[in-house]
């Protein structure tokens, strides 16, 4: 338990990338206390700072506060985009306001905080994603010169900020924007350490960072997978294109598809003509394995029952289907999705798909957001969205062998944790941080009002 106090919490809890550390943040109204621990989640540091609280700022006064201030500034809007190792119990952590990023260190041997750069966009970029990788903080921006140009800027544990610009052919077309916003590009950021929710899978357009290689994955053009890869430490750049296999009429086009990519294995699913089909390739070796099923057909390669949550308006409700009929007539096929996540026992691979249902009327748990007791937020975190009454989402799980991608019969460790989670949320709905998954190993967090303590809590 960590002392937290008494009228706002501001948490970030973040893994140093580089290292085997985690830090814990807790921002209270004069002070901020920040924690340090080692992989077996073990106390080797913590300390705490004055600080000043300011409701509502400007970005140019945060601008000059942080300028002019040695330690460390939170404010309202602020978004935790991470934080990497600089030396022994020496972190640099960042932070993300509108289209400026501060970067800071913490330090647990001097037991302080000092500001070390501010970057701000130049021109009319703005920042698309932000990702850390091989101890480097990275973010990505579009807007420049050209349409299709995207700028990957890095800052190193040496405080170096380095720029390049690659074009990514087509990744401004019709569909990809986000609403009535032209400039809104609209995609989502994979990182393959946290679980992904099918909402965000749902993307046809996501960016994933693994091996030292930034990975542009487009489902746009039907019937195909574009895969744009850039390789981080000689910034060549490659396109590979692989044809969806659908399993239905083949005379027939697909109608709806996506894809997910998990290290080298690249997952597809689609709709043809009434048949679902599931493909896993490996990119390497081309080895692969096709799934498919019809409304006549049983779901041979599931490991869980078809379940629907969400379809209520104001609550959570959940609903076991029990003919695969219901699932095709069910699934809304605009917003197709697949993931996975490796474990000891395989890869599972969640498959169904996922919309929103109503618009999110309160507080969301955006990492590094400002919150209230009761409401804290993390860094680094996995989603249960599709277990909210805001979304409606239909699914089944699935296990496969690695390495010949064959499907593995029995219960899912990682699902049913995930049960336990939902539960734990369940009882602490405006208390509960989102869970953070480290080697398979589930934690959560909580804000106990009466005794004003910051409880963490281990699956």
């Excluded at 206390?33 to 540091?45: C, E, M, P, R, T």
């Excluded at 985009?81 to 972190?91: E, N, Y």
Aim: overall charge neutral; hydrophobic content about 35%; glycine content about 6%.
């Amino acid at each position: 338990m960590l002392d937290a106090g008494p009228k706002r919490i501001y948490s970030i809890i973040d893994k140093a990338d580089g290292s085997n550390e985690f830090i814990i943040a807790l921002a209270e109204e004069n002070r901020v206390n920040f924690y340090l621990f080692d992989n077996n989640w073990k106390s080797i540091g913590q300390f705490n700072e004055k600080r000043e609280w300011v409701a509502e700022q400007s970005v140019y006064e945060d601008y000059k506060r942080f300028s002019a201030k040695p330690n460390v500034y939170f404010s309202k809007g602020f978004e935790s985009l991470g934080t990497i190792s600089k030396a022994s119990k020496q972190l640099i952590t960042s932070f993300r306001r509108n289209q400026n990023v501060y970067f800071q260190q913490i330090d647990f041997t001097a037991n302080k905080t000092t500001n070390l750069d501010l970057w701000k966009a130049p021109g009319k970029e703005r920042i698309l994603h932000t990702f850390n990788l091989n101890n480097k903080i990275y973010w990505i921006t579009y807007g420049g010169k050209k349409d299709d140009d995207i700028n990957p800027y890095s800052f190193d544990n040496n405080q170096e900020i380095e720029e390049k610009t690659f074009s990514i052919k087509g990744l401004r077309r019709p569909g990809v924007y986000r609403g009535e916003n032209r400039s809104a590009i609209d995609s989502e950021f994979i990182d393959n350490d946290k679980q992904t929710d099918l909402l965000e899978s749902s993307a046809r357009l996501k960016f994933y960072a693994q091996k030292n290689t930034l990975y542009i994955v487009s489902d746009d053009w039907m019937g195909k997978t574009i895969i744009e890869q850039i390789d981080l430490n000689n910034f060549q750049q490659t396109t590979t294109i692989i044809e969806q296999k659908p399993n239905g009429n083949p005379g027939k086009p697909i109608s709806h598809q996506n894809s997910f990519l998990l290290n080298d294995h690249l997952l597809q699913v689609n709709v043809c003509n009434g048949t679902f089909t599931f493909r896993i390739l490996n990119l390497n070796t081309k080895k692969e394995a096709i799934y498919s099923f019809d409304k006549s057909m049983e779901i041979e390669f599931r490991n869980t029952d078809v379940m629907q949550y969400g379809q209520g308006l104001f609550s959570a409700e959940e609903k076991k289907l029990n003919k695969p009929s219901q699932f095709l007539r069910k699934v809304d096929s605009e917003a197709l999705s697949v993931m996975a996540q490796a474990n000891d026992n395989g890869i599972e691979v969640t498959m169904g798909s996922s919309q929103l249902v109503r618009t999110r009327g309160g507080m969301t748990h955006v990492p590094g957001a400002v919150s209230t007791p009761g409401e804290v937020a993390s860094g680094s975190w996995i989603s249960t969205g599709f277990y909210d009454s805001e979304t409606k989402t239909i699914f089944f799980k699935g296990l496969f062998d690695k390495n010949n991608y064959q499907h593995i019969k029995g219960e899912l460790s990682l699902h049913d944790k995930m049960k336990q989670v939902d539960d734990f949320y369940d009882r602490r709905k405006e208390s509960a941080v989102n869970p953070l998954i480290i080697d398979e190993t589930i934690f959560s967090a909580y804000y106990d009002k009466d005794s004003k303590k910051f409880i963490l809590v281990r699956f």
